[in-house]
């Protein structure tokens, strides 16, 4: 087999066999395709396109590239969660805890944020003392005794798409459907779960822009899950602005608590209903999404889904107080308001921008080797639809360097657009699919 002849293949539209996506992604893994033929194979799959069959065949010749994890020894209906990637999102520390307290199991490998999105890992880092680096042990018996765990990756999972997103990222060649789909699925596949819930982001400030291309990607996603064995759903959420008001690790913790608490509302919380009610329904735990949505709300009304917040961060030796007493989280030294220069509703916040505010007072990181400062980043005031007065504060920076803060100051009000007209609230769920 030459790899000249796929790319030629799929160039001229043709289908690539079982066979053929073996080979290719066994030797591209294995350093014997060079790059220059996989990015050619890229875009003609960019150009081209896949079916369900070579998609499906795709994401598990990727999965086969590594390690996959073995979740049969915990007892129960096994849950993963992801998120196509956004700004100000802290639904997995809301999320997990919530479904843990009505009895599925979560055992979730984490990743570090990158660029202007945060990771779970980092924001649950802001935790005194937690342990992201648990042994496999410890994560299998964390989950067995609580419930949950969550950890920062250990196995080697799908080196093939760790290869192949970074050479995606250089070539052009990450706007493809059958491409997301088999990188995404064959993370999440490797990881062992029943049921795969997706947060699949729309709008400005994610990669998919449009409501359609997000479907489309959602239907996807979805498709191959099932093809895969998986009970699978997907959210598609509003990503023209930030999730919720916090961005940066220790201020979307709190956040989150404030949420899992009861004392927050809003989007942030309908996110983590939606997606709890697809879990909970798949896992076969409830009949129906009210019946769902009554088992969440009452993990919150009780304190159970705090209390497993607590169980989770003391298991994995961090200061459980701190949950209680969010005082005991990193806290910026310094706090600036930004000022609005005008009255008028706010028609848009460039989440992307908002996200690099956050970066650039220290709240992320350039490169994967970075360290980052916990405590940095911004909450905000105002959303899309809100009326602001002149002199009102659209935001508060929270920053460790003044220098920095004042020009977060700067480029955080530059996030804003004002409408003298008003501006109906977005839709926040855009779809669920099943
Ligand atoms: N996220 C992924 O993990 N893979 C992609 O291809 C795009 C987003």
Known sequence: MLMTDLIAKKRDGGELSTEEINYMIKNYTHGLIPDYQMSAMCMAIVLQGMNDRETLDMTIAMVHSGETLDLSPISGVKADKHSTGGVGDKTSLILCPMVAACGVKIAKMSGRGLGHTGGTIDKLESFPGFVTGISEEEFY??????????????????????????LRDVTGTVPSIPLIVSSIMSKKLAAGADVIVLDVKCGSGAFMKTSEQAHELARGLTRVGRLAGKRCAAVITDMDQ?????????????????????????????????LGACILTEAGLAADDRAAREMLQTAIDNGSALKKLADLVSAQHGDSR???????????????????????YVSRIQAEQVGLVSMHLGGGRATKDSGIDLAVGAVLHKKVGDYVHAGESLATVHANDAAKGREAVHLLRGCYTLSDEAIDRPLFIKGIVR
């Open 141 to 166: 018996a964390n989950v067995n005794r609580y419930g949950i765990a969550i950890a920062g990756q250990t196995a080697d999972l799908v080196p093939a798409d760790k290869k192949l997103y970074a």
């Open 242 to 274: 930030p999730l919720g008001c916090a961005v940066g690790n220790a201020l979307e913790v709190k956040e989150a608590i404030s949420v899992l608490k009861g004392e927050t509302k809003g989007e942030l919380l309908e996110l983590c209903l939606a």
């Open 322 to 344: 701190a949950v209680y007493d969010t005082s005991l989280l990193p806290e910026a030294r310094l706090k600036l308001e930004v000022p609005c220069e005008k009255s008028g």
